[in-house]
C-alpha cells in the first residue's frame, strides 16, 4: 500500500479519537472511539506496528463491551416532582446554566409559571429536568427539558413523551407543545415523534408514541 495512503489512515485515527475526547456523552464517546480504534488498529498492522495494531484492537473489545452493556442494561425511570422554590432545583438551574442556555436560548425560570416541574430519575440518579405549564387549551407546553450530558441516548425522551406524559390525556391534555430555538434540540424533538407546527414550534399530540 502506498505510503501517503497509509498516513492518511494514521491521520484520520488521529484526528477520530481526538474527537471521541471531546464527547460529553458517553454514548457518543465509546461509538466514536471505537470507530477511532478500529481505524487505528488497521493502521498498527498495515505498517507493521504490532503494539499499535494490539493496542487498538483491545480498545475496540472494550468499547464493544460496554456499548454491549449500555444497550442491554435494563434501566428504571420515575420522577420526583419538586416546588418551583425547591432549593436543589435552583442549585440544579445554576450548576447546568451555561449548557441550557446552548441548547435553550433565551431560557428564563419563571416558577410562578409551572404547573409541572420534576426531575427525571435514572436508576435513582438524576438524569434530567422537566418544566411544563398547562394552558385552558388543553396544550402542555414544556418550557425546559434539559438532559444532563451522561444519559444523552435518548432514553429519557422517550420515558418522558412516551410514557409519561401521554398518559396525561386522561386529565385532559392532547397535545404537548415545546420551543425549540437549538438545531440539536429540534434534532431531538424530531427523534421523538414531535412536529413543527405552522407557528414554528414543536408539537405531539397526547396518545402519540414514536414508533422509530
Given at each position: 500500500?502506498?505510503?501517503?495512503?497509509?498516513?492518511?489512515?494514521?491521520?484520520?485515527?488521529?484526528?477520530?479519537?481526538a474527537?471521541?475526547?471531546?464527547?460529553?456523552?458517553?454514548?457518543?464517546?465509546?461509538?466514536?472511539n471505537?470507530?477511532?480504534?478500529?481505524?487505528?488498529?488497521t493502521?498498527?498492522?498495515?505498517?507493521?506496528?504490532?503494539?499499535?495494531?494490539?493496542?487498538?484492537?483491545?480498545?475496540?473489545?472494550?468499547?464493544?463491551?460496554?456499548?454491549?452493556?449500555?444497550?442491554?442494561?435494563?434501566?428504571?425511570?420515575?420522577?420526583?416532582e419538586?416546588?418551583?422554590?425547591?432549593?436543589?432545583?435552583?442549585?440544579?438551574?445554576?450548576?447546568?446554566?451555561?449548557?441550557?442556555?446552548?441548547?435553550?436560548p433565551?431560557?428564563?425560570?419563571?416558577?410562578?409559571?409551572?404547573?409541572?416541574?420534576?426531575?427525571?430519575?435514572?436508576?435513582?440518579?438524576?438524569?434530567?429536568?422537566?418544566?411544563?405549564h398547562?394552558r385552558?387549551?388543553?396544550?402542555?407546553?414544556?418550557?425546559?427539558?434539559?438532559v444532563?450530558?451522561?444519559?444523552?441516548?435518548?432514553?429519557?425522551?422517550?420515558?418522558?413523551?412516551?410514557?409519561?406524559?401521554?398518559?396525561?390525556?386522561?386529565v385532559?391534555?392532547?397535545?404537548?407543545?415545546?420551543?425549540?430555538?437549538?438545531?440539536?434540540?429540534?434534532?431531538?424533538?424530531?427523534?421523538?415523534?414531535?412536529?413543527?407546527?405552522?407557528?414554528?414550534?414543536?408539537?405531539?399530540?397526547?396518545?402519540?408514541?414514536?414508533?422509530?
Amino acid at each position: 500500500m502506498q505510503s501517503h495512503l497509509l498516513e492518511y489512515i494514521g491521520f484520520a485515527a488521529s484526528i477520530i479519537i481526538a474527537l471521541s475526547m471531546t464527547m460529553n456523552s458517553i454514548l457518543k464517546f465509546r461509538w466514536i472511539n471505537l470507530m477511532g480504534a478500529i481505524t487505528f488498529s488497521t493502521y498498527g498492522f498495515l505498517i507493521g506496528a504490532l503494539p499499535v495494531g494490539i493496542l487498538n484492537g483491545f480498545i475496540t473489545l472494550v468499547d464493544i463491551y460496554y456499548l454491549s452493556s449500555i444497550y442491554g442494561t435494563k434501566h428504571y425511570f420515575e420522577t420526583l416532582e419538586v416546588r418551583g422554590d425547591n432549593k436543589y432545583l435552583l442549585r440544579f438551574l445554576t450548576f447546568h446554566q451555561k449548557e441550557i442556555e446552548h441548547f435553550f436560548p433565551g431560557f428564563v425560570y419563571k416558577p410562578k409559571m409551572n404547573t409541572m416541574s420534576f426531575f427525571v430519575l435514572r436508576n435513582m440518579a438524576v438524569a434530567g429536568l422537566v418544566l411544563a405549564h398547562r394552558r385552558e387549551n388543553g396544550e402542555l407546553r414544556v418550557g425546559l427539558d434539559y438532559v444532563v450530558p451522561q444519559y444523552r441516548d435518548y432514553k429519557n425522551g422517550k420515558f418522558v413523551y412516551d410514557e409519561l406524559l401521554q398518559s396525561l390525556t386522561d386529565v385532559g391534555i392532547q397535545k404537548i407543545v415545546a420551543e425549540a430555538n437549538s438545531p440539536n434540540h429540534i434534532k431531538y424533538l424530531k427523534k421523538l415523534g414531535f412536529t413543527t407546527s405552522s407557528e414554528g414550534l414543536m408539537e405531539k399530540a397526547t396518545g402519540q408514541s414514536d414508533r422509530s
